[in-house]
């Protein structure tokens, strides 16, 4: 609960100072700033949320089969075929994937407005 409250505290306040320096900053280069910032987080957000989802968790297991049949030493040391078995590596609990996909898509969208009033 404490965490929760914490988040959503932490949120109002950046929109408040998003908010604020819209009304006291009239540079297009600093908005322009923002809006790539905004960019670079949710393009790692997006990535994080790939990884969470475990997309490439079969890849890697077969590679890892791949090399671990295809040395010579493991042939000769086993006596007999193991069969293998898919085994899904659990995905990591990835707190800042959700905070990074909507904190980016909020600067992109607040800062292209801004921009956009601000040009006209």
Not at 28 to 47: E, R
């Amino acid at each position: 609960m404490y965490k929760k409250r914490r988040n959503l505290t932490i949120t109002i306040l950046l929109l408040l100072i998003l908010v604020v320096l819209s009304l006291t900053i009239q540079s297009i280069v600093f908005w322009n700033n923002v809006f790539l910032v905004g960019l670079f987080c949710f393009i790692c957000g997006g990535i994080l949320l790939i990884l969470k989802k475990g997309i490439f968790n079969n890849m890697f297991y077969s590679f890892r089969v791949f090399l671990k049949n295809s040395s010579k030493l493991q042939m000769y040391v086993s006596e007999k075929d193991e069969v293998t078995t898919t085994k899904h590596l659990p995905s990591n609990n990835f707190i800042v994937t959700y905070f990074l996909l909507i904190g980016g898509v909020i600067l992109i969208g607040y800062s292209t407005s801004i921009s956009f009033f601000i040009s006209t």
